[in-house]
């Protein structure tokens, strides 16, 4: 079976034997070695967070707090000497 994307043979997996690849998409249309499938993957990462935020709004409030305050609002850090 050959890669549609760099048009190399795809190996079959050393451990399962797998000889089919990867699925393409959303790259092209069917199935991909795995040097190629890393480019794939970051399509569709890119292609999931456009999609959504990476934080909503009340993940940022927290990340926020957090920030100001480490062991959270209202704790004081310790002093272990």
Partial sequence: MMCVLCENEIIP???S???QGNNA???????CC??????V???RMDQM?????LLT???????KVHQIHPGGPGRKES???
């Fill in 13 to 15: 997996d050393v451990v």
């Fill in 17 to 19: 034997g797998w000889d």
């Fill in 25 to 31: 998409q959303p790259l092209a249309d069917g199935r």
């Fill in 34 to 39: 795995d040097n190629c499938n890393m480019a």
């Fill in 41 to 43: 993957v970051s399509s």
């Fill in 49 to 53: 967070f456009a999609k959504r935020p």
């Fill in 57 to 63: 709004d009340e993940q940022k409030r927290i990340y």
């Fill in 79 to 81: 002093s272990d000497a």
